[in-house]
């Protein structure tokens, strides 16, 4: 019988943030991955990448100011970098558990473009910052070629880069490839290498992709029979933050959107993966939404933690 495939988007808590933490984080992730491939799923793993990237970011652009021969390396390289450092943890991780269960599953990486609109209204208006905090002169700079710059009045300056909305995703077809050979995959880290299509050329973006819109297209097109967002919350909250917080335990996508409505989502935290779980559910009314944290996730398999959401 073939195995239900399960899109996993596994958030900050599942990773750490420095090579240390997400090393170590990285044992109890590969646990909760090991769980749903014995559950049944056979998993495609896509993963955020905001410190890695930013840490990669800050280190080739001090390389440059140390030594002016070395080239600092664009968002896109920056983007392919963390792709290839996280993935390989993960990877390495989740084969060491699975050889220790006695399961003999192959665990394949794909280093993933995917493309994005020039014209996006978010090359416009930059909301992401990364790198190292820069002096007012350094600050100047990155104007000067273009870049843009944000002020914190006690640490300094940094840059902030776009996060347009995925369109395409150009290894799609290899990732079916590797799944209809029963491979265990990951792809799409940190919300893919951000490309834009200039005729037959794939030009890097200045810009990351956020990865729960990632989630929910890479879902979509895969016609997965579950999106699971792994969090840092063990369930979506009404009231969220205030005395009568409460737990949603399920919802539809019309109850979604009315608590959207109603304002109950934060902006930059939950409102991406409800719209991320929206736009799967509507594309594929037979599948499912779980969101919950990495440390209920055991719980929420057995169905006593986490939020559901299916279309109807």
């Known amino acids: 019988m073939k195995n239900n495939i399960a899109v996993v988007s596994l958030g900050h808590e599942a990773l750490g943030v420095t090579t240390h933490e997400q090393k170590n984080a990285m044992k109890h992730t590969a646990t909760v991955l090991a769980d749903l491939i014995e559950a049944g799923y056979q998993l495609v793993i896509t993963h ?9 970011h800050k280190a080739m652009t001090e390389l440059h100011r140390m030594y002016i021969d070395y080239t600092s390396a664009p968002m896109c390289v920056c983007n392919a970098m963390s792709q290839g450092y996280i993935a390989y943890d993960i990877q390495s991780s989740l084969k060491t558990e699975l050889s220790s269960r006695g399961l003999s599953k192959p665990v394949a990486s794909i280093l993933t473009q995917v493309t994005v609109d020039p014209y996006d209204e978010a090359f416009y208006s930059p909301t992401k910052a990364i790198g190292r905090y820069m002096s007012k002169e350094d600050a100047d700079m990155e104007v000067k070629k273009g870049n843009f710059v944000e002020e914190d009045p006690e640490k300094g300056y940094r840059r902030i880069v776009a996060a347009p909305t995925p369109i395409k995703i150009v290894e799609l077809d290899s990732i079916k490839t590797l799944l209809d050979a029963g491979q265990e995959v990951i792809a799409c880290g940190g919300g893919g290498i951000p490309v834009i299509e200039q005729g037959h050329v794939l030009k890097g973006a200045s810009a990351v992709i956020e990865k729960d819109a990632i989630a929910g297209l890479l879902a979509s097109e895969l016609s997965s029979d579950r999106l699971i967002i792994l969090t840092s919350v063990p369930n979506v909250y009404k009231n969220f933050g205030k005395d009568d917080q409460e737990p949603i335990l399920k919802m539809n996508v019309k109850e979604a959107k009315e608590y959207i409505e109603a304002g109950e989502f934060g902006e930059v935290n939950m409102l991406p993966k409800i719209k991320a779980a929206m736009k ?33």
Do not use: C, R, W, Y
């Open 280 to 312: 799967f559910l509507e594309s594929n009314h037979n599948g499912s939404v779980l969101i919950t944290s990495i440390s209920s996730a055991s719980d929420a398999l057995k169905g006593k933690a986490g939020t559901f959401i299916t279309f109807e």
């Open 48 to 56: 955020s990448n905001g410190p890695q990237v930013s840490m990669i």
